[in-house]
């Protein structure tokens, strides 16, 4: 069994990222930039966008992080936006989810120009990974396909099972995988709350990418002998007796699933690393595409 180590992966990535940067700089030129929007200070949010911020600093990035209250207007939120996208030094921009109730996401994700869209959640973004055109793929579904490929795991004529149907992770992994490239040619499903009989859908994965948000849900009942698990789930469980309180858990039983599995991703440590990666790489493809 082939634990699917993020750190190993996203290590690679972040020093080939390291090596592009310092020849731009090196060139004379600036390094690329990206600025990140936390709205309000859900512990979850803070740690990843500290995490992204720390990132762009150790492979060279620029990065500015904007905080705006919990209170904040959706109009001051869109304007924040608006001079973001006017701003000519900064290449990517992105607004940490979730945001408070009394702002709409989706007006939020639309005011971002799709230029700057590191995130690709915009709709211009997603019709063009639609369509198989070269766009900012979704941070997370994009690690897991450069973990995929770091590992030399091959997805052609696999069937791949996908739990979780949301714009950020399993709509855009079921684009990824079905699309006629090195990483797709799947055959692909997709489940979600309705679907009846979902742990034999599941036993038919050769590939089973867990993206529902609920901790440890995926049993070893439910998997296929040697399949590739890959464990998008990172939430956080209550536990006195960690040191913070609680405890980050997947969406896979990784102890029992790991026994069945050809391989595994291992939570934390596996996805989480290659979302940043795919941050970073979408952030250097609008500084280039940009320039
Ligand atoms: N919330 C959970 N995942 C993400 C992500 O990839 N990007 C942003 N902006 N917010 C998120």
Redesign the pocket.
């Known amino acids: 069994m082939l634990v699917l180590d993020g750190k190993i992966a996203s290590h690679a990535i972040k020093e080939s990222l390291k090596t592009q940067v310092a020849s731009i700089v090196q060139s004379g030129k600036r390094a690329p930039h990206l600025a990140a929007i936390l709205v309000g200070n859900n512990g979850a949010?803070e740690t990843?966008v500290a995490s992204k911020v720390k990132n762009c600093a150790e492979i060279g990035f620029e990065s500015t992080l904007i905080r705006l209250e919990a209170n904040v207007t959706e109009a001051v939120l869109l304007a924040t936006i608006e001079e973001l996208n006017n701003n000519d030094l900064i290449d990517g921009i992105?607004?940490?989810?979730?945001l408070p109730k009394h702002i709409s996401e989706q007006k939020v994700i639309e005011a971002i120009n799709p230029h700057k869209d590191v995130?690709g959640f915009h709709p211009t973004s997603a019709g063009k990974l639609v369509q198989g055109l070269p766009t900012f793929i979704?941070?997370?579904p994009y690690g897991i396909v450069l973990m995929l490929e770091h590992f030399n795991i091959t997805t052609k004529g696999k069937h791949a099972v996908i739990i979780g149907r949301s714009n950020?992770v399993g709509r855009p992994m079921s684009i990824l995988l079905s699309s006629n490239s090195p990483f797709g040619n799947c055959t692909v499903t997709i489940c979600h709350s309705h679907t009846p009989n979902l742990k034999d859908i599941c036993l038919q994965g050769d590939i089973l990418v867990a993206a529902l948000g609920r901790p440890e849900f995926v049993t070893a009942d439910m998997v296929k002998d040697g399949a590739v698990v890959i464990d998008v789930g990172i939430t956080r469980v209550e536990d006195a007796s960690a040191k913070k309180g609680f405890r980050i858990k997947g969406d896979v039983a990784y102890n029992e699933v790991a026994l069945k599995a050809s391989a595994i991703t291992p939570v934390p440590g596996g996805v989480g690393l290659m979302?940043i990666a795919g941050l970073l790489k979408n952030t250097l493809q609008a500084y280039l595409s940009n320039e």
């Open positions: 949010s990843y992105l607004v940490q989810l979730p995130d979704p941070a997370t950020i979302t």
